[in-house]
């Protein structure tokens, strides 16, 4: 399968990802907003079982978006499907793709696990694939892997730089058109737009408003528009609630709809100093940068909202559970902890300038610890920074990932 006019982009991070879960008695569930390539990450997995060994006759997929299975509609019916194509006592590798279009669909995940010798798989485009009945049939037996849209390693691998069009030349397309596979930088603005129109309408409509029921899909595009024009800003509430005229408790609920369909991911403040986080006025990120300028028709003069965007999603790419750091009256775009282990991060187009340089390094210099400090920008030369700071190139820093 290709995207647009690209070759297909091997997944690697996903694939061993998975590697580390084979063979366990737990259910891998494959999360991500609709288009971002998590079918693709099954099939390739499905192709890397057979490279390793594994017979034809030993795989189930099964795609609930294909016609094929149309008539699967509820567990009953695919319990009979499987019970006919897969034996109870020789290891199958089950993939179940956009499983929640079956009713009780649960029920057979958890009959899997019980009467055959099954690796399951499954994989939707909602968070309430992880919903209290879920939890209730396979409690402590799943992970959770979840796919985002390229990044700029990927996006590279899938659009190499050309004597026409250099690596920095690719990261500013990245910047504009974003990591989804199916958009194509090299087949202009009006085209990518298009497709990230119809992506975001589809979220809207398949993953968020039909899901929730959620007749005013007029309110919910105008809170996602909002959010996508605040990226990077703090998000109150109260100042949606004024701009749409919806209630308070319709706009929050609205806002999770928007996360659990993973159009947008949410981001608390984390109180540095008291090492507790904030209660309120948390900041929202896009799950891909090019839905923003798609979707508003924003120009392309504006990159420092997208590039912050950028570093946060390598961030959760890496493992990180990021937030936004508050150090008394200042703020650090992101503070990173994976392992135990902490990193502060600032974003900003360059360090050359002595005032940029300085509203910088201020907050990073007056946080008290030994965890590393870095400030990622544009400039292709790193500056000599103070107090053990570290000033790295982003694109630099996103290809050694």
Not at 69 to 76: A, E, G, I
Not at 191 to 199: D, H, P, Q, S, T
Not at 234 to 243: C, E, K, Q
Not at 308 to 329: A, Q
Request: glycine share 6%.
């Amino acid at each position: 399968m290709k995207f647009s006019s690209m070759e297909e982009v091997l997944r690697l991070q996903y694939m061993s990802e998975l590697d580390e879960w084979k063979d366990t008695d737990v259910v891998k569930v494959i999360l991500g907003v609709r288009r971002a390539g998590k079918s693709v990450v099954m099939r390739q997995y499905v192709r890397r079982l057979k490279d390793e060994g594994v017979p034809d006759s030993s795989i189930l997929f099964l795609d609930f978006e294909s016609s094929d299975l149309d008539r699967v509609t509820n567990f009953r019916d695919l319990n009979e499907y499987i019970a006919e194509r897969i034996p109870r006592i020789s290891r199958t590798y089950v993939f179940l793709d956009e499983v929640q279009r079956v009713d009780g669909w649960e029920r057979t995940v958890n009959s899997l696990m019980v009467d055959y010798d099954a690796d399951v798989y499954i994989a939707g485009s909602n968070a309430y694939l992880l919903s209290s009945e879920l939890s209730t049939y396979i409690s402590g037996r799943y992970v959770e892997i979840t796919v985002l849209p390229f990044s700029f390693k990927e996006f590279l691998s899938g659009h190499p730089a050309t004597p026409d069009v250099d690596r920095n030349a690719r990261f500013q397309q990245y910047l504009r058109t974003g990591g989804m596979p199916l958009t194509d930088p090299d087949r202009g603005d009006r085209y990518n737009r298009m497709v990230l129109e119809g992506i975001y309408n589809t979220v809207l409509v398949k993953d968020a408003a039909t899901r929730m029921k959620i007749r005013d899909l007029s309110g919910l595009d105008s809170i996602a528009r909002f959010l996508l024009d605040n990226t990077g800003n703090i998000t109150n509430v109260d100042s949606i609630v004024r701009t749409t005229r919806l209630s308070k408790k319709t706009v929050a609920k609205y806002i999770r709809t928007l996360t659990e369909a993973f159009l947008f991911f949410k981001v608390e403040r984390y109180d540095v100093v008291g090492k507790r986080l904030m209660d309120s006025h948390e900041k929202y990120y896009p799950v891909d940068v090019g839905l923003a300028r798609a979707v508003l028709d924003r120009g392309v003069a504006d990159t420092s909202r997208p590039l912050e965007n950028i570093v946060f999603l390598e961030l959760v790419r890496r493992g990180y559970r990021v937030r936004v750091g508050s150090f008394r009256d200042r703020e650090v775009d992101f503070t990173a902890e994976k392992d135990g282990r902490t990193e502060y991060f600032q974003v900003c187009l360059t360090m050359l300038e002595d005032s940029t340089y300085l509203r910088e390094t201020r907050s990073l210099k007056a946080i008290d610890d030994n965890y590393p400090k870095t400030v990622l920008s544009l400039d292709p030369i790193a500056r000599d920074l103070p107090d053990g700071l570290m000033h790295r190139n982003v694109v630099e820093w996103l290809l050694d990932g």
